[in-house]
């Protein structure tokens, strides 16, 4: 039966402890007196210790290049529970509402796009932990955002991205969705850079037409059908089952964007650090060859790279903010 990803999780809550220190304690968080005479015993700051967990809950995202999720996810729960000792309870949602479940205590780990790890940060304290790798990621841990258009299409690559993009002026332009990192937020973010357009409401200054569609498929399917000159997706969105083999040979890269951070495991703040690390290690047990298989059906990924939250993301941030978006 599929699971739900809003069903209660119940944390327990700990309370701090309060002590009394004096001013000659020789500690680092003591106070130090201001005067020579004595004064009354300062507290200390409290120091709330995180309950243990008794059990784990993990949103994995969904994507139309996954087949049968719920099966395989569940297999990989077994895996991690059986590494961390605890139960690990899998569920299924899109990346707004594994968001929400993280702020809301509803999950504690959740594999997120890059724009969707920033949001965790924000609300929630998550924080990017590993990342995926894939074979049709160029950079690893990162990919390109491409404009493509159809093979036979006059506009063609020039010596930099300034002449390559001036060639779009006047041209009917679709994006993956207002929402895609590599559709529309990389993108957007070197118009803006190379000083074409001013943010995402003046995209139709430069453009003839801008439409946006509900996934890669779509946006690309409005180049193969003639409905737009060229389209804004990831560099794997090339391949099935985004389009088929035949669509691919159709279409070609004009311009690439590179360096879209890869989606990962975000793990929230309310999750105690001994925890975490032993989590983080059964994660990184899917990329052993008893496991590999399976971890790869997930969502085509060949490994997990641990990651440091800001500088994975730090390219993401700034094109979310030179776009003129919000995480």
């Known amino acids: 039966m599929k ?139 990162t990919y390109d955002s491409i404009f493509v258009v159809p093979e036979n299409s006059p506009l063609k690559t020039l010596a930099d991205g300034t002449q390559t993009l001036e060639q779009l002026r006047g041209k009917r332009m679709a994006f993956t969705s207002r929402s895609s990192g590599s559709g529309f937020i990389f993108p957007v973010s070197e118009l803006v850079g190379l000083k074409f357009v001013d943010g995402p409401d003046r995209l139709e200054q430069f453009f003839g037409k801008v439409t946006y569609g509900d996934g890669y498929s779509s946006a690309l399917q409005a180049v193969l059908r003639d409905q737009a000159d060229v389209a804004a997706v990831s560099e794997y969105a090339l391949l099935p089952p985004w389009i088929t083999a035949e669509e691919g040979k159709k279409l070609r890269v004009l311009h690439a964007v590179p360096n879209v951070p890869a989606h990962g495991i975000v793990i929230d703040d309310n999750v105690p650090a001994d925890m975490r690390e032993k989590l983080i290690n059964a994660f990184l047990k899917l990329n052993e060859p008893e496991n590999s298989e399976l971890f790869r059906s997930l969502y085509n990924s060949t490994k997990l790279v641990k990651v440091d939250h800001e500088p994975h993301l730090a390219i993401m941030r700034t094109a979310i903010e030179r776009a003129g978006l919000k995480p």
């Open 3 to 141: 699971k739900v990803l809003f069903s209660p999780i119940n944390f327990a809550v700990v309370a701090g402890l309060m002590s009394l220190v004096g001013l000659t304690a020789c500690t680092e968080n003591s106070q130090q007196p201001t005067s020579q005479t004595n004064t009354a015993q300062t507290p200390a700051p409290t120091e709330v210790a995180k309950a243990p967990l008794k059990e784990l809950t993990i949103a994995f995202a969904t994507r139309r290049d996954t087949k049968d999720l719920q099966s395989k996810v569940d297999q990989v729960s077994a895996i991690l529970s059986k590494e961390i000792g605890i139960p690990v309870k899998a569920v299924i949602g899109d990346e707004t509402a594994s968001v929400e479940a993280l702020k809301a205590d509803r999950a504690n780990v959740a594999f997120l796009s890059g724009r969707a790890a920033l949001k965790a940060d924000t609300l929630a304290g998550s924080k990017m932990y590993l990342a995926e790798v894939r074979d049709d990621y160029s950079g690893g841990k």
